[in-house]
């Protein structure tokens, strides 16, 4: 079986969608817990309406990418 990259590294999803500030601030304060949605919703409130905008086209992106991962393996069968 080939090496999968997970077994070296973990990657927070929540780091691909934030900016580092935030992503900063939620990951000193919860981690290593998944945060909660009440907490993303308070730290969002101190973001501009731009950054919450980006933060929402990266989770689609994400989103989209996840899906066609899905479908390309569930296919494999």
């Excluded at 999968?4 to 934030?18: G, T």
């Amino acid at each position: 079986m080939p090496t999968m990259l997970h077994e070296y590294a973990a990657i927070d999803p929540i780091a691909l969608l934030f900016p580092t500030r935030l992503y900063t601030e939620l990951s000193e304060k919860l981690h290593p817990n998944v945060p909660k949605a009440i907490e993303i919703k308070e730290a969002l409130g101190r973001l501009t309406p731009a950054e919450r905008k980006y933060i929402l086209a990266r989770a689609r992106m994400l989103s989209s990418y996840s899906k066609a991962v899905e479908e390309a393996v569930g296919s494999m069968k």
